[in-house]
């Protein structure tokens, strides 16, 4: 199982992107997907999942990230405005079967992974 991801890209702070992510095998209907992120020196963080019908968001993410699915396109997003020079980090998407609500972001629930997306913001 693959995920690719596309969309990322140097951006001017105060812009705007949408990330997506396209499986290679299977739809979104039952599975639980998620974005993560990652910058140089820091620990991979949950941005935002969809998980057993819920939609969840870290609370330092709120308000300038939002995830979705499209099934009809087999494609997950995640669209992220007012950008800002800290949000510079590698994006992944991740995909499992099920993951617990209360675990939603451990990496270690999500076996399937995308290569990333680099997100550079400038100032």
């Known amino acids: 199982v693959q995920l690719v991801e596309s969309g990322g890209g140097l951006v001017q702070a105060g812009g705007s992107l949408r990330l997506s992510c396209v499986p290679s095998?299977?739809?979104?209907?039952?599975?639980?997907v998620a974005w993560f992120r990652q910058a140089p020196g820091w620990e991979r963080e949950g941005i935002a999942a969809i998980t057993v019908g819920d939609t969840i968001y870290a609370d330092s993410m709120k308000g300038r990230f939002t995830i979705s699915v499209d099934n009809a396109k087999r494609t997950a997003y995640l669209e992220v405005t007012n950008l800002k020079p800290e949000d510079t980090a590698v994006y992944y998407c991740?995909?499992?079967?099920?993951?617990?609500?209360?675990?939603?972001?451990?990496?270690?629930?999500?076996?399937?992974w995308g290569q990333g997306t680099q997100v550079t913001v400038s100032s």
């Open positions: 095998e299977f739809t979104f209907d039952d599975y639980a």
């Open positions: 991740a995909e499992y079967p099920f993951v617990p609500k209360k675990v939603w972001d451990h990496p270690y629930e999500y076996d399937y």
